[in-house]
């Protein structure tokens, strides 16, 4: 007995227009931003140069002493960013969940402040407190405070309409207020999966404030665009292998507790 293959589906016509529409946003996005493989090629000698003076990284004791106090500013201002904004992302979390608000304006209203604060960069949110309180880290710290709530209010507010509803319908029925469902039932129920969001935007939030020091915002991101400035590229160097390092552990100790707390 012989087994025919199966037969191969046409292309179906939505299928095509959207390969079509993929392919020619392509070719659109190559144009406008000027992608040229060749010009990469053709600048090696720009790159030669750049790190001829870059390398080795100057690791005298001034610079790496400068570039370590620099960090720890970097990173306590991802510090204060993320648990500053824990208070008003949480309320905004709460409003936000269909689990603890049952639609209307209160919904509405606390969807469309998380919308916005997430659709400023924090980068925006940066130079608006560097105009207004001046330059240096209390701008950075700021300016985290705004985004970090938009976006780990969304987080949060997600994560509490996954949980098992159990637990808040059988409050619900017995006459529970909404605080009470939502600080006895919603709340501890998502409250791991919370702090393993918490824990991701501290991660997320160390790095973002070394992007707020090229705008001056303070910490080690400063002192790189510094040594830009002043073509010390080999300073710049050993700025990065600083953040590096920093990066890396406060990644490392997130992962750590992120099992401690799935254990």
Same mark, same amino acid.
């Given at each position: ?22 392919? *020619?946003? +392509? ?8 992608? =040229? ?10 790159? &030669? ?15 790496? /002493? @400068?570039?370590?106090? &620099? ?21 905004? @979390?709460?409003? @936000? &969940? ?7 304006? $209160? ?5 469309? $402040? ?24 209390? *701008? ?6 705004? +985004?970090?709530?938009? $976006? ?55 790095? =973002? ?7 001056? *915002? /303070? ?19 050993? +700025?990065?292998? $600083? ?5 890396? &552990? ?14």
């Amino acid at each position: 007995m012989t087994l025919t293959p199966p037969r191969r589906r046409p292309v179906t016509l939505v299928t095509g227009t959207v390969t079509v529409a993929l392919v *020619a946003v +392509h070719v659109l996005a190559w144009q406008a931003t000027e992608f =040229s493989p060749a010009a990469l090629v053709q600048g090696w000698a720009g790159m &030669a140069d750049f790190l001829g003076q870059a390398l080795p990284p100057d690791l005298s004791g001034e610079v790496l /002493g @400068a570039a370590v106090e &620099a960090a720890l500013v970097t990173l306590y201002i991802g510090l204060l960013g993320t648990t500053l904004s824990v208070p008003s992302a949480l309320v905004l @979390a709460v409003l @936000a &969940a269909r689990t603890t608000t049952s639609g209307g304006w $209160v919904y509405q209203a606390a969807r469309t $402040v998380l919308s916005f604060l997430r659709a400023v960069p924090d980068v925006v949110f940066a130079l608006v407190f560097v105009t207004a309180v001046g330059l240096g880290p209390f *701008a950075g710290v700021l300016a985290l405070i705004f +985004h970090n709530t938009g $976006v780990m209010g969304k987080l949060w507010a997600e994560a509490m309409e996954e949980i098992d509803l159990g637990p808040r319908d059988a409050l619900r029925t017995n006459g529970a207020s909404r605080v009470q469902v939502a600080a006895h039932a919603v709340l501890p129920a998502a409250l791991p999966q919370c702090l393993g969001l918490l824990l991701y935007r501290l991660d997320v939030n160390v790095r =973002s404030s070394l992007v707020l020091g090229l705008v001056g *915002a /303070g910490g080690i991101g400063f002192l790189i665009n510094q040594s830009i400035k002043l073509f010390r590229f080999d300073e710049m160097v050993t +700025h990065l292998l $600083v953040v590096l390092v920093l990066v890396v &552990a406060v990644d490392q100790l997130s992962a750590l507790v992120r099992r401690r707390i799935g254990a």
